[in-house]
T-cell receptor, first 110, second 110 residues
């Protein structure tokens, strides 16, 4: 079984819809992260959490929100999706010297 | 904040050696990471450097010079499966976040 799972793996939605991307991990790590990846722009940090009561904004948090429901679960929400949020989204969990990435969610906003 | 620069693409022959460079500027360096990412897949961890010098791990080696803000990843005995994007990421003191470069696409040809 995969250590970091993301659901859904692919999603097509329309402008204005609310979308939730979910991430679960079985590695027992406290640290969890959400990134988005766009062609030519690399990975950019959206939000991160160092434990259940700790939520921090990354470099591109506008238009996104997160919920850390448990140590193992970290969800990313788009309250009102817009086309420029079309991207590949990765969840990651981390130790001090390494991060482990989930398989990614490909989101398309029409 | 950080500024991370990597060349965008290079082509190399199977069996050869390729060096991928990364330069960075940061206000408080606390580690440099290299990740490999195949198209459409999650990044996977390759190496971590926090002190100056060379870290060797099989066919992959990573070098760091903190005074020059410079790192390279060396891939030896190139194989076709090494065709991927190689991401350099820098961690800054105080926040344990990673800032990623845009990645260097390596194409291995027979």
């Amino acid at each position: 079984d995969a250590d970091v799972t993301q659901t859904p793996r692919n999603r097509i939605t329309k402008t204005g819809k609310r979308i939730m991307l979910e991430c679960s991990q079985t590695k027992g790590h406290d640290r969890m992260y959400w990134y988005r990846q766009d062609p030519g722009l690399g990975l950019r940090l959206i939000y991160y959490s160092f434990d259940v009561k700790d939520i921090n904004k990354g470099e591109i948090s506008d238009g996104y929100s997160v919920s850390r429901q448990a140590q193992a679960k970290f969800s990313l929400s788009l309250e009102s999706a817009i086309p420029n949020q079309t991207a590949l989204y990765f969840c990651a969990t981390g130790l001090a010297n390494e991060q482990f990435f989930g398989p990614g969610t490909r989101l398309t906003v029409l | 904040g950080q500024n991370i620069d990597q060349p965008t693409e290079m082509t190399a022959t199977e069996g050869a050696i390729v060096q991928i460079n990364c330069t960075y500027q940061t206000s408080g360096f606390n580690g440099l990471f290299w990740y490999q990412q195949h198209a459409g897949e999650a990044p996977t961890f390759l190496s971590y450097n926090v002190l100056d010098g060379l870290e060797e791990k099989g066919r992959f080696s990573s070098f760091l010079s903190r005074s020059k803000g410079y790192s390279y990843l060396l891939l030896k005995e190139l194989q076709m499966k090494d065709s991927a994007s190689y991401l350099c990421a820098v961690r800054e003191y105080g926040n344990n976040r990673l800032a990623f470069g845009k990645g260097n696409q390596v194409v291995v040809i027979p």
